[in-house]
């Protein structure tokens, strides 16, 4: 089995953060935390950067890492790192189709990608 290794960046504000809905691929419309893979010799908060940058068009301060999560896709092996973060910025969406605030009322509102779901308990202590 393939293994893919990304970053994901939680942004929050306040007592929210940001999810992201996928606007392509075998996983179009479902609702992710913004990241992505990881390149040779990159950290993984360098990584993060260049993913949010690339895909929200803004600067993010990534802060401490919340948890590594293992979830096995039928067809890929996910690793995926997933770190608080903070916007620098307004952020502008270049491959997702919408963008949502949560905060702990809403936070399983949308439909996650079953890998992020994993991590939304950690997430809710924390709003």
Same mark, same amino acid.
């Given at each position: 089995? *393939?293994? +893919? &290794?990304?970053?994901?960046?939680? =942004?929050?504000?306040?007592? *929210?953060?940001?999810?992201?809905?996928?606007?392509?691929? /075998?996983?179009?419309?479902?609702?992710?935390?913004?990241?992505?893979?990881? /390149?040779?010799? /990159?950290?993984?908060?360098?990584?993060?950067?260049?993913? =949010? *940058?690339?895909?929200?068009?803004?600067? +993010?301060?990534?802060?401490?890492? +919340?948890?590594? +999560?293992?979830?096995?896709?039928?067809?890929?092996?996910?690793?995926?790192?997933?770190?608080?973060? &903070?916007?620098?910025? /307004?952020?502008?969406?270049?491959?997702?189709?919408?963008?949502?605030?949560?905060? *702990?009322?809403?936070?399983?509102?949308?439909?996650?990608?079953?890998?992020? =779901?994993? =991590?939304?308990?950690?997430? &809710?202590?924390?709003?």
């Amino acid at each position: 089995m *393939k293994n +893919i &290794e990304v970053v994901a960046a939680v =942004i929050k504000d306040g007592n *929210k953060i940001l999810s992201t809905q996928r606007g392509s691929g /075998e996983f179009k419309g479902f609702w992710e935390f913004p990241g992505g893979k990881v /390149e040779k010799g /990159e950290s993984f908060k360098e990584a993060l950067k260049r993913e =949010i *940058k690339e895909e929200l068009q803004v600067d +993010i301060r990534v802060n401490d890492l +919340i948890k590594t +999560i293992e979830y096995d896709y039928p067809t890929f092996h996910l690793t995926m790192h997933c770190f608080w973060c &903070e916007l620098e910025g /307004e952020f502008k969406l270049t491959e997702h189709l919408s963008s949502k605030w949560l905060d *702990k009322e809403t936070l399983y509102s949308v439909n996650w990608l079953e890998a992020d =779901i994993d =991590i939304l308990k950690d997430i &809710e202590k924390a709003l």
